[in-house]
């Protein structure tokens, strides 16, 4: 059994971490920390626990958590975590880390969309988190930088396209779509049921939202070209899921057969990639509700000649804890699958 541990396991993202590993059958949940609740069990603060679950909240404290885990995943705000993943680090804990402060590997480029980095020489140590492009680095990794909710639908909605070389760098939008989880618990103004139910809107456009800064590195690395990304993510009254139509221009002509038979050989052996053929229904975010999966449907518009992608993760899992899972089995040597093979929760 590995011996699992959370930082900051009542937020969101916390939260989906200890229903995910509550059941899986190799882990055993042996710590988890919340300066609110600390002190007292986490099923007071997550009630829905009552009877699953006997685990008292702790303050964090390095120290007693590498004597108690094998491996720790840290569910902080960015910028909060870097501090405890270097007291980890040092103790040589492994950490999925499910932050941005080590995703992006340049401390430039970091310092530019986040501010200074406080332990800049960890950013080469850390390993990026998408296990469809990066599983054997991962496997003897012990820091793994888990990838953004929104990056992870536009490369896992592009990759196939990027590693042939067929993308026009500069042509690429991604319009996402997100439920209001993505923001995290912290009660915000614009956040608020009445301000969110029966509406929708889109924020942080042309290019002022973080995320874009990691879609930039992610497929400059898998096409080997400078891309650059135009983004617009929007809020919409849901609780959780990502939908992003995605837009590009390809080098040479395609046509809807043609890009899904390169999407379909790319992924045909990935457990939690599915891609959707011209005859089967567009994806929605019911199919991924609660899943660890990330669907996607390529086509090319006939008139065009510009591909339309549609990707769906649940933000929660496939965007977050669920890749953080899906992290740790390859880390441990676990089946890759294992914990992560739950059915969607539809309608
Ligand atoms: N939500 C998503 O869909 C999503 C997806 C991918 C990645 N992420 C990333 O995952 C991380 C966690 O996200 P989340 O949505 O779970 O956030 P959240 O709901 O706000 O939870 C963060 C938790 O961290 C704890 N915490 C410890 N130190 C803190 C500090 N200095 N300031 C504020 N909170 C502190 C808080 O619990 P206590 O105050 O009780 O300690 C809080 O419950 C973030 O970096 C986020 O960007 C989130």
Redesign the pocket.
Known sequence: MIRAGIV?A?????MELVRILLEHPGVRLTYVT????SGRPLANALPGLTGWSDLLCREFDATEAAGEVDIIFL????G??MDTVFQLHSLNVRQVD???DFRIADPKIFGEWYGPHRHPQLLTEAVSGYPELYREDITGAVLVANP??YPTTAVYGLLPLAEVDLLDPRSIVVDSKSGV??A???PRGHLHFPEVEGNFSAYAIAGTHRHVCEMDQELSKISGKSVQVTFTPHLAPLSRGILSTIYARTVSPLNDDGIFELYRKRYEKEPFIRVRSPDQPLPTLKDVRGTNLCIVAPRVDRRSGITVIVSCID??VK??SGQAVQNMNIMSGLPETMGLESLPLTP
Request: charged content about 15%; aromatic content about 6%; proline content about 3%.
């Open positions: 900051g009542t937020g969101y993202t916390g919340s300066r609110t609740w569910c902080l705000p960015h909060e975590a499910l932050s941005a953004g909710c989880s993505g995290g618990k912290e933000n929660l965007g977050a």
